[in-house]
């Protein structure tokens, strides 16, 4: 089994950065793309960003130039840099990943969230 664990979430005033961080653990052998997303009250959950396991990352345009992703392979960990933050980027953000496990097979996970607040 593996498991995902959001942290790094709060309130912040609007303008402000926040930096989101997510480890994963359990029967891994490897982790493939991993993804932050997002679900703000009432609507439906939206990506944010993706990262494959060599680096290379997409962004939803709403977010390019104010949210980064990155990841440490050696801590199974990825990361959501978040600055110029707006009160609609108000949600619950989720951790995602694509993860082989010691036996080989591939499954999707994901995280149980963390909440970020953007107050005006």
């Known amino acids: 089994q593996v498991q995902l664990v959001e942290s790094g979430g709060g309130s912040v005033q609007a303008g402000g950065p926040l930096r989101l961080s997510c480890v994963a653990s359990g029967s891994i052998f490897s982790l493939d793309n991993m993804a932050w997303y997002r679900q703000a009250p009432g609507k439906q959950r939206e990506l944010v960003a993706t990262?494959?396991?060599?680096?290379?990352?997409n962004y939803v345009d709403s977010m390019k130039g104010r949210f980064t992703i990155s990841r440490d392979n050696a801590k199974n960990m990825v990361y959501l840099q978040m600055n110029s933050l707006k009160p609609e980027d108000t949600a619950v953000y989720y951790c995602?990943?694509?993860?082989?496990?010691?036996?080989?097979?591939?499954?999707?996970?994901w995280g149980q969230g963390t909440q970020v607040t953007v107050s005006s």
């Open positions: 990262i494959t396991s060599r680096g290379r990352t």
């Open positions: 995602n990943a694509d993860v082989v496990s010691r036996l080989l097979t591939r499954s999707n996970y």
